[in-house]
């Protein structure tokens, strides 16, 4: 097969029939094409071919080709254009659009009960609490929780990974006017069925929320990063 990203020219191909020249095709000219091999060995009915490194959301050219065909002339097939699909990055946010009862004094886990995105089903209904790695990788991670305005204690949000491992812990004093707003980020290196979790805490001496926000709070995220670690 031969193939590149720059359309081809063609030059017609003519033949003489009884004193008469008579189109019997198109010989498709290009000055740097790829040239990749069958992968099938000899004359099949499948045509496999490998091709790596092409770049999303744009048209390639290519046709099937035989070098060596009758009369040692070079055997083109149909020129074919295609656009190829963007591969999406592993990627989810996810928010919670109600409040919820944080209890006093117990690291407690987010719910959340609503995505803005997800395209690698990194977030499931079924465990609320948790974004799981589907495909390996350095993911960047981020979380915003906020508290009601309480004068007591202290707050804290952490990302949690498969329920053992806090990573990011950021804390500050309650606020009597004003919500308690935390962020947390980090980046880790998950495997294939690792989770992460957002937890919080408070011991303002009894149950207090965590509000909801329009579009604000609570917010969890995680993207899969272009680099390797």
């Excluded at 189109?23 to 040239?35: A, N, Q, V």
């Excluded at 000899?42 to 959301?57: A, E, F, N, V, Y």
């Excluded at 915003?144 to 812990?169: D, K, Y």
């Amino acid at each position: 097969m031969a193939w590149s990203y720059t359309k081809p020219s063609r030059s017609p191909i003519y033949i003489i029939v009884r004193g008469t020249y008579k189109l019997c095709g198109y010989k498709y000219i290009w000055d740097t094409p790829t040239i990749v091999e069958q992968l099938e060995p000899s004359d099949t009915i499948t045509h496999t071919h490998w091709l790596p490194s092409l770049l999303g959301q744009s048209t390639i050219y290519y046709y099937l080709w035989a070098p060596g065909g009758p009369y040692g002339l070079e055997i083109q097939g149909p020129l074919i254009t295609v656009r190829l699909p963007l591969e999406m990055t592993p990627s989810a946010r996810v928010y919670r659009d109600t409040t919820q009862a944080i209890p006093n004094g117990i690291w407690t886990p987010i719910s959340f009960n609503q995505e803005r995105w997800d395209t690698d089903n990194i977030w499931v209904l079924t465990s609320p609490t948790r974004l799981t790695c589907r495909t390996a990788g350095l993911y960047h991670i981020t979380g915003h929780v906020g508290f009601a305005a309480n004068n007591n204690g202290w707050r804290q949000i952490e990302v949690v990974l498969n329920a053992l491992t806090s990573w990011g812990p950021q804390g500050g004093p309650p606020k009597t006017t004003y919500w308690t707003i935390l962020t947390t980020t980090t980046q880790l290196y998950l495997q294939i069925g690792d989770y992460i979790e957002l937890q919080v805490f408070q011991d303002s001496g009894g149950a207090l929320n965590a509000l909801h926000v329009l579009n604000q709070l609570p917010e969890f995220m995680m993207t899969k990063t272009a680099e390797p670690l």
